[in-house]
């Protein structure tokens, strides 16, 4: 699976961003997808992933009820809308792809796209 993450950009603090991922190679169906970030100096984190078995989604506490992830199977590409962004949100945003059932560490995941820069200004 070849993963290509796009949609980052420069916000103010309260702004909204959409990311998208495109997957190629294999369909997403069979595959749980997720959205990690990494910020300057800090480890990759979890942020919210969406299980191919039931379509349960599942957040980090600190982007619940902010920030929300859907996927379009017939298009192969998930997607997380930002809302309500904060500074603290800066990060390179990664998805990923892997088999298992919501995982939430980064060693579960097989599949990784190159990242997009998402920027909250105050």
């Known amino acids: 699976v070849q993963l290509q993450a796009s949609g980052g950009g420069l916000v103010q603090a309260g702004g909204s961003l959409r990311l998208s991922c495109a997957a190629s190679?294999?369909?997403?169906?069979?595959?749980?997808t997720a959205w990690f970030r990494q910020a300057p100096g800090k480890e990759r984190e979890f942020v919210s992933g969406h299980t191919w078995t039931g379509s349960i989604t599942y957040y980090s506490d600190s982007v619940k009820g902010r920030f929300t992830i859907s996927r379009d199977v017939a298009k192969n590409t998930v997607y997380l809308q930002m809302n309500s962004l904060l500074p603290e949100d800066t990060a390179v945003y990664y998805c990923?792809?892997?088999?298992?059932?919501?995982?939430?560490?980064?060693?579960?995941?097989?599949?990784w796209g190159q990242g997009t820069l998402v920027t909250v200004s105050s």
């Open positions: 190679g294999r369909t997403f169906s069979t595959y749980t």
């Open positions: 990923a792809a892997t088999r298992a059932i919501a995982p939430r560490r980064v060693r579960e995941y097989d599949y």
